[in-house]
């Protein structure tokens, strides 16, 4: 199945508004090759389907439930979409070992994708996750 990067960056859009927001776990399995490939899993955690799902849902999600994404721009060409979007949410659940401290948090991330018949291949990401983490810890 042919692609173009229009309808690629429909995809992205799609698996932020119905996977991340929205939890659906049909659109993951249904957007997400069963062979992907996450560059920017952390170290030690899977870099396939199985850990991007378990920290989007159960890592990012369990510590904002309330998790929305913005997305700002989008670039694609050929297989690949460039996305600069933020994650906005209130720590209201454990994230990454700090307990809840309800403080609203903004977590920019620039990422690229790459799609295989409209599903995601590989990703790579940045983010400012380290400042988040720290702003979290601050007493």
Known sequence: ???????????????????????????????????????????????????????????LKGGFPDLTVEIFDQIGEADKVTTRKAFYGTHTGEFLGIPPTHKKMTLQVIEIVRLKD?????????????AVLAELAAQ
Do not use: C
Not at 14 to 30: A, D, L, M, S, V
Not at 118 to 130: C, F, T, V
């Open 118 to 130: 409209g599903k995601y291949a590989e990703h790579w990401g940045l983010s400012n996750l380290p």
């Open 1 to 59: 199945m042919e692609t173009t990067p229009e309808q690629n960056k429909k995809t992205i859009v799609r698996f932020n508004r119905e996977f991340i927001e929205q939890g659906k776990i049909e659109t993951f399995n249904e957007l997400v090759a069963d062979d992907v490939f996450n560059h920017s899993a952390a170290p030690g955690a899977s870099t396939g389907a199985d850990g991007m799902f378990h920290f989007l849902q159960t890592v």
